[in-house]
DNA sequence: GTGTCTGCAAAGACTTTGCAGTTCC
DNA sequence: GGAACTGCAAAGTCTTTGCAGACAC
């Protein structure tokens, strides 16, 4: 765990752009480093509020834009449709692996999967984004749930 | 184009299934056959308006789901949270490249990458999904406004 | 003090669902 | 003739937005 330095770039960026920094802006960035990768805009108010950290799902949405926009979060539409943010890391780049029936998100790392995605954006015109790259498919427990309710 | 084998299939799917054949349900089938590959729902009902077919929004995501499931459409989850639906043609297994920026969706082929996806997926206890991979990058188009609104 | 923030509630996009009337078989 | 189908409208989910009051600086 890191600890306050992100909040501290948070606070520049803010300042930095002309903008003030409020307690509910200070809470969701820490909650959203506190918290393991990826969550949604919902898991995210929830944390909150259980903290009794009375802040509104409209701010939540708005501060989330601007941790984006300062560097501090990425935004993934993962798998079914979902929006999830990740607080960026300091790492491997990292591509990600949804199971479609749970969500469960699962990092990676593969050099051989980089160097073929550049390949393959070189032929199509493409500009490969980074963590752009994910793979669907249905996580142990639930690959063994769907063979049982078929033999059922 | 293969013609009005696959409305074959579709009747006869239904007709299996103690369900009937309507002219909303062959007007769809036809018309999702005789698209480019992927399109939404919104699309989907714009075409069969354009052809003056008068079928509600609720019908058409009613006999996609139907489509869906006799296995002759496919949904994808694409790129920014859009719901595509394409329809199965026979040929190699392909996967998906999308432009973050307009949506664009480009089919690719590679083995290399079916392999290396398998691998990682045997790694972490995955299933992989039939057409689950997806590139996210920018087209070269979207690619170009970006760096040209940069330099504005 | 002033301009930015927040909460609320409404709006918007997309998808699903309940109901009443229509149609296929 | 009866079950399944359609259209409509309402509801549901997720996200964004307009506005009035509150707060950072």
Redesign the pocket.
């Known amino acids: 765990m890191t600890g306050p330095r992100e909040l501290r770039v948070f606070e520049d960026f803010?300042?930095a752009r002309?903008?003030?920094?409020?307690?509910?802006?200070r809470a969701i960035c820490e909650e959203i480093f506190e918290q393991h990768s990826h969550l949604?805009?919902?898991a995210l108010l929830g944390a909150l509020r259980r903290r009794r950290v009375?802040?509104?799902?409209?701010?939540v949405?708005?501060?989330l834009?601007l941790l984006v926009e300062c560097g501090l979060v990425r935004r993934q539409r993962l798998g079914s449709g979902?929006?999830l943010y990740e607080h960026v890391h300091a790492g491997q780049e990292h591509d990600h692996l949804v199971c479609e029936s749970c969500g469960r998100v699962v990092e990676f790392v593969s050099p051989g999967i980089v160097a073929l995605r550049a390949e393959i954006c070189r032929a199509h015109g493409f500009e490969p984004q980074p963590h752009g790259l994910q793979i669907l498919g249905l996580c142990r427990a639930c690959a063994a749930a769907t063979k049982e309710s078929a033999h059922a």
């Open positions: 803010v300042h002309g903008l003030r920094m409020t307690a509910e802006r949604d805009a919902g009375p802040v509104s799902r409209a701010t949405y708005r501060n834009d979902r929006t």
